[in-house]
């Protein structure tokens, strides 16, 4: 458990990083927290030739108001969302906090971050099911500048995302508030990936349902959204028996993997229990 | 050659426990007093020195070429692409190892097969991870790198990846010499009219339960550095090891060496729980290496070979039936054990380890009076077995235990109620059981009176339908074993292995200045020996036990010993160490006596000083008399002074440890989940040493069989390839996994041992599988499901209870019609 042979560049800007990652060429991966990659590396399962560190550049940690949204530096950590206190920034994004404590241990939280999660795209990782359920704009910078990206067709598969090999994410933008929202997770132990995560959101409107997202992790490829269980929110009045439906819907929808861990049919089963439990939270905080 | 020797010099009782002013015994006694240990400022400080910790200049790292299937013939090795790698050494093949020896575990008895382990796979290999080549280079990071390039040719076969496909009619044999895959067919004489018993039974039940397969994984893996003294023509292997004497042995045999060529030193060792008790192929390859190559060669074991290739246990599958009056009382035992033992036997206690122990001990703390047992040991295509904390009793306790709350069910006697009935009174004891084990004194039935006590059994069928009308589940298990501990050599004798383990030895030696060092042949591992040990000498020897220190673990320096392993220390090294300090306050007392014309009988010795017994103005410090022997030996008779020292030995004649252990525990009925409320814990184990390290390692053991029974097995998949290997699949438990143990004790001093102790390392993880099972099964039983197997996955009490819900569907729908 010994990485293969590479080298190792710091980075002493964003901008820097940008023209090391377009100098390396394509072998070069961007080392942040170091919390997926280092582990993969030691198994030899990533094998790039040439480190970036971006882990010290302060410019890029940091959690912002802006416009009624939050503004997500890539190097802020797990921690930071975790322990995010400010109510003008925790409004309408408690779902941050709650999530936050999901991912591994106090260790990894303290050193992992919010764009290298997103940029890894673990298909169980809680801050890609965030995205899809903020409606995420990643900002990436590469050799000609900037571009905004959004999240919809961002998660491409396993660990595969729309970013480019010479860019990187300096900041994630959620352009607006969902109060409505909660995120339940079933793992075997305390801080291991989910078997199974469920995040939800409603948005409601006098009785009425006007929008939903229900985020499924862990059960394919990537993370990905449930959309019939969506459609069947809408336009509801959230009763137990219309939460219920929706919660059926999403497993129906899944062809999860099994394991050692649980089935095909039990992870199937845990989708609808946990999307029950997930709808029926955010439902309460709409 | 640099200093060498077993670990540092630490002095006991450095930091008392809180209320005993440095210096005195409270009550006049260092024994049972919770002293802080002595080893853990330097090792929670980092100042510990582990093997890992060693890299003299020029050290070769090792790194291995493993299979990576898990039945083939080797049918070439090509290492030129690995030899080119600058920086790469050597390569080296079973080819270069020729006159070195393999491993050879035998059990001399006619049940028993032996089979080789080699030292690196010549022609043919039997498990994924099995030693093939070994890469030498100047770096762990290039050896790893030439290991890449080394390329394997195999001719795969087929592969027997479980227990039931060994032994289905034409299986591929594992060993041409076992064509059955039965290495070990146990079938100790049985109770005649047995069949008998059971026809005429007012109740038989039964229980069939399994247990998945799982591994030590101690903190620090299996490492070791060996090297070549050109002066001595030693090999010196510094190794993390549990019984450094038994390493010298194998590896003397393996290389063809006289002991005293082969010096092995274990420094700080990082937990063991029997992984390391038994010899690793890797120790006898290093050591082979650095006097084939004259260079010191370096191999640390990393997580992933450590969770493939390190040595593995407790898979194992038991039918059982039980036989019981009318009043419950048990009349019969009738038992089905298949262990999967792997591919390999471990030297020296051999494949047969987990199968004669599951046999032997399956009865239990119950007065079981006919018997009837068969114990095979099956080999697969899967790593080797070797002894686990508890050795088969986790599972032998959880077959019996399961059977207990059938009968419970069965008679209508509930689970305290059955148990109360078959467990040994205390006016039974000593008890000799139907194996022949002598029990001394215990006390279990007052044990499971006050478990029971403690987790409220009274009340807890209105509790637990209180939880199911709010729509929990919730249950609570109980465990009853008994732990029997230190083996002596009798006993091991028994089990005709070509060594025979089980007295220890001990010196105890003062200085000058009236200090004492221990040199012991048991090897601390975890368990604090250089605080319990120093509380031993302090009492006898009426000194502070800051003035104690505990030197193990270099087989030039200490006495010959067996290491720590099998609860044995505490009884076999602290009743040796106890003689040897007995036998040296004879001496000081002489001496004492000579300097203060007095008896030696009339002389006492505490706090320091050898005085008249009722005269304390009549004194003398220990450190005068210390002084006089060494440095003013002319005052002194003949046969008086002229060194401080003696050496003492123990056979202890096995002490048996009890306890029951219980557990309550929430199912949670959709997700499948099984959540620790409460684990309570009511042992004996003699007079407590050191009773904060007694709780440290109940409370360990706990931990270790809680993950055993609801998270951690090792998975294979049907070619035997492992798929857990990493903790990412591996599930050792957290503390926020855990919830707060309760511990209690109770003491039934023994007159077996010469401090009273029993031996306890164990007990803690064989109590927990059992308990926690019967605790989910007690909820599960609401909703008419169970679950038979360990660990207990959320993925597998969901199907139980998925099931029961459609078996009573289809059961009212029926009803309906």
Known sequence: MKPASFSYHRARSADEAVSLLAELGDDAKLLAGGQSLVAMMNFRLARPAALVDISRLAELRYVRAHDGGLRIGALALHRDLERLTDPGLLAGFGMLPQAARYIGHYAIRAAGTFGGSIAHADPAAEWCMAALLFDAQMVARGPGGERVIPVAGFFKGFLETGLRPDEMITEVRLPAPRPGAAICEFARRHGDFAIVAVAAAVDRDGGVCRDARVVLGGVAGTVDRAAGAEATLIGSSLDADVIAAAARQAAAGTDPPGDIHGSAEYRRHLIQVLAARAIGEAAGHA | ???????????????????????????????????????????????????????????????????????????????????????????????????????????????????????????????????????????????????????????????VASAGEALAPGAAAVHEAAPGNVLVDFTPMPTPGLDGIFASAAHVVEAEVSSGRVTAAPMEGRVCLAAFDERTGQVVLQTSTQVPHTVRTAVALSLGMDEHQVRVISPDVGGGFGQKCVVAREEVLAAAIARLLRRTVKWVEDRREGLTAGFQAREQFYRLRGAFDADGRM???????????????????????????????????????????????????????????????????????????????????????????????????????????????????????????????????????????????????????????????????????????????????????????????????????????????????????????????????????????????????????????????????????????????????????????????????????????????????????????????????????????????????????????????????????????????????????????????????????????????????????????????????????????????????????????????????????????????????????????????????????
């Open chain 2, 1 to 159: 050659m640099p200093d060498l020797t077993g670990g540092p010099a630490v002095a006991a009782g450095a930091a008392p426990a809180v209320g005993a002013p440095p210096g005195t015994a409270p009550a006049g006694r260092w024994i049972g007093q919770p002293l802080r240990r002595a080893e853990d400022r330097y090792l929670l400080t980092g100042r510990g020195r582990f093997v890992g910790d060693l890299e003299p200049s020029g050290t070769l790292h090792l790194a291995l070429v493993r299979s990576y299937v898990a039945s083939a013939a080797i049918e070439a090795v090509d290492a030129s692409a690995a030899l080119s790698l600058p920086g790469v050494a050597a390569v080296i093949t079973a080819a270069d190892l020729a006159g070195v020896a393999p491993l050879r575990g035998v059990l001399d008895r006619p049940e028993f097969v032996a089979t080789d382990m080699p030292i690196l796979a010549a022609d043919r290999v039997r498990h994924v991870g099995e030693p093939i080549a070994a890469v030498l280079a100047e770096s762990a990071y290039l050896a790893e790198d030439a290991v890449e390039l080394v390329e394997v040719t195999y001719g795969e076969l087929p592969a």
């Open chain 2, 331 to 817: 009349l019969g035992l009738d038992a089905d054990i298949r262990c999967d033992v792997g591919a390999y036997s471990c030297y020296p206690v051999t494949c047969g380890v987990e199968v004669l122990m599951a046999a032997n001990e399956l009865p239990g703390p119950y007065r079981v009076q006919s018997y009837r047992v068969r114990s095979r040991g099956i080999a697969t295509n899967k790593t080797p077995i070797a002894p686990y904390r508890g050795v088969s009793r986790p599972q032998a306790v959880l077959a019996m235990e399961r059977l207990m709350d059938e009968a419970g069910r069965a008679t209508g006697l509930g689970a305290v109620g059955v148990r109360d009935r078959n467990l040994i009174d205390a006016s039974e004891f000593p008890y000799r059981n139907v194996m022949g084990a002598s029990y001394d004194a215990g006390t279990y039935r007052e044990s499971l009176a006050q478990c029971a006590e403690l987790l409220g059994y009274g009340d807890w069928p209105a509790v637990q339908a209180r939880a199911r009308a709010e729509g929990r589940l919730t249950g609570l298990g109980l465990a009853c074993f008994v732990e029997p501990t230190a083996y002596g050599t009798a006993s091991f004798g028994m089990r005709k292995m070509t060594i025979v383990p089980g007295y220890e030895q001990a010196t105890v030696r003062m200085d000058p200045s009236g200090s004492v060092i221990v040199l012991a042949g048991t090897h601390s591992h975890g368990q604090g020996h250089a605080t319990t040990y120093a509380q031993i000498v302090a009492d006898a020897l009426g000194i502070d036990p800051g003035r104690v220190r505990l030197r193990q673990g270099d087989t030039e320096l200490v006495p010959h010993g067996w290491g720590t392993f099998a609860s044995r220390s505490i009884v076999a090294g602290g009743g040796a160490v106890a003689r040897a300090s007995a036998d040296l306050a004879g001496q000081l007392r002489e001496i004492a006596a000579h300097l203060m014309e007095a008896a030696p009988a009339d002389l006492e010795l505490a706090g320091g000083m050898a005085q008249v017994r009722g005269d304390p103005a009549t004194s003398v410090p220990i450190g005068e008399l210390a002084r006089t022997a060494h440095h003013a030996a002319h005052l002194l008779p003949d046969g008086l002074g002229r060194g401080l020292e003696a050496t003492a030995s123990f056979d202890p004649e096995g002490t048996f440890s009890n306890a029951t252990h219980g557990a309550v525990v929430e199912v949670s009925p959709s997700t499948g989940g099984v959540r620790l409320a409460r684990y309570v814990v009511v042992e004996d184990c003699g007079v407590m040493i050191n009773p904060m390290i007694v709780d440290g390692q109940v409370a360990g053991g706990v931990a270790q069989g809680i993950g055993a029974a609801l998270f951690e097995e090792l998975c294979f998949d049907e070619s035997g390839q492992p798929v857990s290997g990493s903790f990412v699949d591996y599930l050792v438990p957290t503390a926020a996994d855990l919830p707060e143990f309760e511990i209690h004790h109770l003491c039934t001093p023994t007159p077996r041992t010469p401090t009273g102790s029993k031996g306890m390392g164990e007990g803690g993880s064989i109590g927990a599988p059992a308990a926690v099972l019967n605790a989910v099964n007690d909820a599960l039983a609401q909703v008419g499901a169970h679950v038979e197997r360990v660990p207990i996955r959320p993925a597998d009490v969901m199907a139980a209870i998925t099931a029961a819900a459609s078996s009573d569907q289809s059961a009212d729908r029926k009803e309906a019609k």
